[in-house]
């Protein structure tokens, strides 16, 4: 059964930088790795959907599902996804079980802004964009009991993929 790396953090906080950089790693150390990226399930299987609180449970519920299913075909699965609901976080946990892993990616709201890999906050700034999660939508719930914190306005991708490492050994 795999070990479910279930990465979740507001947007640019470093969530799919450092879950790619991991993947890699674990590749290198001849382990099989699948990434199962929020924004790839949500454009793939729930283009339809916005960004309501329903919506943002339909997209989390079929992660959930895909992490489960794929936890046997691989060593590591690696989910990078805002999960911004405590309930759905726990109904992972609950549903992968043992090998699930919470890693809460934190940065700064400044980090993040400057950051803006896919220009969002520019277009909360404009008024452009009124429902991003966590900035005057679905409002973002910080982990309380999350595995492993990584703070990205103090630690390098290459420091957080080592401490990460370090728990797979």
Known sequence: MA?????TGLSGAGKTTIAEA????????????DIIDGDVVRETFHQNLGFSEADIKQNQRL??????????????????????LRELRDEARTAIGDGFVEVYVHSSQETR???????????????EITDMIGHGGV?????????????????????????????TR
């Open 22 to 33: 991991l993947a890699e790693h674990l590749r290198a150390q001849g382990k099989t790795v």
């Open 139 to 167: 409002p973002y719930e910080v982990p309380e009991h999350a595995d492993v914190v990584l703070d990205t306005d103090t630690t390098s991708v290459e420091e957080c993929v080592a401490q990460l490492l370090s728990l």
């Open 113 to 127: 802004t400057a950051r803006d890999p896919k220009g969002l906050y520019k277009k909360v700034a404009a008024g």
């Open 63 to 84: 992660i959930i599902k895909l992490a489960k299913e794929r936890a046997g075909e691989f060593d590591y699965i690696v989910v990078p996804v805002i999960a911004p």
């Open 3 to 7: 070990k479910v790396l279930w990465f």
